[in-house]
Nanobody, 130 residues
Framework: QVQLVESGGGSVQAGGSLRLSCAVSGYTADTNCMGWFRQAPGKEREGVASIRTKTGSTSYPDSVKGRFTISQDNAKNLVYLQLNSLKPEDTAMYYC???????????????????????WGQGTQVTVSS
């Protein structure tokens, strides 16, 4: 089992920044990918960043590319999501996820498909006002 706990959410004005953290614990040997997802009310959960934990390869959708950055600190068992130049449309609950993706899955989905991840945190709210 893998446990994930997110923190760092909050309320900011448009153009502001936040850094989300995900504390990872438990048996992680059978996972190789960490992702950040978000879900706004009435919308589907969408992947905003992923990282292959052994290679450090990252992936982002066009909607956040250049504004969001995922990183990991293996010594502290933390995964971060730096959010810059925030927009009101970034308002959502943000979730950390862990999964095991084969290479073919990574190529196909870039680690941005929620169904590829088996472990989820409880989420942290990000609210961006205009």
């Amino acid at each position: 089992q893998v446990q994930l706990v997110e923190s760092g959410g909050g309320s900011v004005q448009a153009g502001g920044s936040l850094r989300l953290s995900c504390a990872v614990s438990g048996y992680t040997a059978d996972t190789n990918c960490m992702g950040w997802f978000r879900q706004a009310p009435g919308k589907e959960r969408e992947g905003v960043a992923s990282i292959r934990t052994k290679t450090g390869s990252t992936s982002y959708p066009d909607s956040v590319k250049g504004r969001f950055t995922i990183s990991q600190d293996n010594a502290k068992n933390l995964v971060y999501l730096q959010l810059n130049s925030l927009k009101p449309e970034d308002t959502a609950m943000y979730y950390c996820a862990a999964g095991a993706l084969g290479l073919s899955n990574w190529i196909r989905s870039k680690g941005l498909r929620a169904s590829d991840f088996g472990y989820w945190g409880q989420g942290t709210q990000v609210t961006v006002s205009s």
